[in-house]
């Protein structure tokens, strides 16, 4: 196997790694690992408006996820583009938000990143949610 194949499947790995751990920074409110994920200078778009900052999108998340009891966040469909050391990542993304014993909501999203490598390892610059489904509360079943 060639240098460059075993580096491009280790760079697609720890970029599929952090799609993944962007689910569970929401999920579990695990905000201290935002360095772990999110350049100093990320830019992002959600439904929550625009934004520009670690800080500011960390506080974002935590206002916008804070409301709910839980929330269960699946990404999958990873569609990964390498340029050297940047790199775009599209994943289909479709959580569940527990509003209380009883109800919960579903959405779905398509996240659109952008990553760099840093010293640290890749990590998001930019990230674009495009909502494309949102149901009003539904009774639960379970």
Known sequence: MSDNLI???????ELADLVAR???????ARYDESAR?????VTAKTRGGELAGRDALTDLAR?????????LHSKGNLVIELAGDTATVRASDIAV?????????????????GARRTAD????????????ALT????RAL
């Open 22 to 28: 962007h689910s569970l920074w929401i999920d579990e």
């Open 37 to 41: 994920l999110f350049t100093e200078d």
């Open 63 to 71: 206002s916008r996820h804070g409301e709910y009891r839980r929330t």
């Open 121 to 132: 390892g890749w990590r998001f610059d930019h990230l674009e949610v495009e909502p494309v």
């Open 136 to 139: 009003t509360a539904l009774d």
């Open 97 to 113: 938000y527990v509003l209380d014993d009883k109800t919960e909501a579903v959405a779905a999203a398509i996240h659109r990143y």
């Open 7 to 13: 580096r491009e499947l280790a760079d697609r790995a």
